[in-house]
C-alpha cells in the first residue's frame, strides 16, 4: 500500500483551482454567447424594421413616421456597436481566463507528476524490501538444510 502523497492537499488544491479556472471560463464563452444573440436580435430587428410597409410605401408619406423608423433604425445600429464593444471586453476577460486555466493546469500536472515520482520511488524501495525479504529467507532456508 502506497504511503500517503505529502503535498495531497496541495494537489487537491491545485484541482480544486483548474475546475474553478475552467468554470469561469465557461461563463466567459456564455457571457458572449448571450451578447452575440442579443445582436443577432437587434439584427433582425433591423431587418423587419426595414421591411415594414410604412418605410415601403410609395404616394402618402408620413415625414413623422419615417424620421421615427431612422432615429429607431439609428438606436438600434448605436446598440449593436455598444454590444460589439462589450463583446471586445469579454473576449479580453475570456483570454485571461484562459491563461489562468492554462496556468492552473500545468500547475496541477507538476504536482501529478511529482505524486508519480514518489509512488515510483516508493514501489521501487518496496521492490528492494521485499527482495532483500526474500534473499533472507533464502539463505535461512539454505542454512536450515546445511545444518541437517
Given at each position: 500500500?502506497?504511503?500517503?502523497?505529502?503535498?495531497?492537499?496541495?494537489?487537491?488544491?491545485?484541482?480544486?483551482?483548474?475546475?474553478?479556472?475552467?468554470?469561469?471560463?465557461?461563463?466567459?464563452?456564455?457571457?458572449?454567447?448571450?451578447?452575440?444573440?442579443?445582436?443577432?436580435?437587434?439584427?433582425?430587428?433591423?431587418?423587419?424594421?426595414?421591411?415594414?410597409?410604412?418605410?415601403?410605401?410609395?404616394?402618402?408619406?408620413?415625414?413623422?413616421?419615417?424620421?421615427?423608423?431612422?432615429?429607431?433604425?439609428?438606436?438600434?445600429?448605436?446598440?449593436?456597436?455598444?454590444l460589439q464593444a462589450t463583446i471586445a471586453e469579454l473576449t479580453a476577460?475570456?483570454?485571461?481566463?484562459?491563461?489562468?486555466?492554462?496556468?492552473?493546469?500545468?500547475?496541477?500536472?507538476?504536482?501529478?507528476?511529482?505524486?508519480?515520482?514518489d509512488e515510483a520511488e516508493f514501489r521501487a524501495l518496496q521492490s528492494?524490501?521485499?527482495?532483500?525479504?526474500?534473499?533472507?529467507?533464502?539463505?535461512?532456508?539454505?542454512?536450515?538444510?546445511?545444518?541437517?
Amino acid at each position: 500500500m502506497p504511503a500517503e502523497f505529502r503535498f495531497k492537499a496541495l494537489l487537491d488544491l491545485r484541482r480544486q483551482q483548474r475546475d474553478e479556472a475552467g468554470a469561469a471560463l465557461g461563463q466567459a464563452n456564455e457571457a458572449i454567447d448571450k451578447v452575440n444573440a442579443q445582436i443577432d436580435q437587434i439584427k433582425t430587428e433591423r431587418v423587419a424594421l426595414r421591411n415594414t410597409d410604412d418605410v415601403r410605401r410609395q404616394g402618402d408619406v408620413s415625414v413623422d413616421a419615417l424620421l421615427a423608423h431612422g432615429r429607431y433604425d439609428l438606436q438600434l445600429q448605436a446598440d449593436v456597436g455598444a454590444l460589439q464593444a462589450t463583446i471586445a471586453e469579454l473576449t479580453a476577460e475570456m483570454e485571461k481566463r484562459r491563461a489562468t486555466l492554462v496556468e492552473a493546469e500545468a500547475e496541477l500536472k507538476r504536482f501529478e507528476k511529482l505524486k508519480e515520482n514518489d509512488e515510483a520511488e516508493f514501489r521501487a524501495l518496496q521492490s528492494k524490501r521485499d527482495n532483500a525479504e526474500a534473499d533472507e529467507v533464502s539463505t535461512r532456508r539454505y542454512t536450515l538444510q546445511r545444518q541437517r
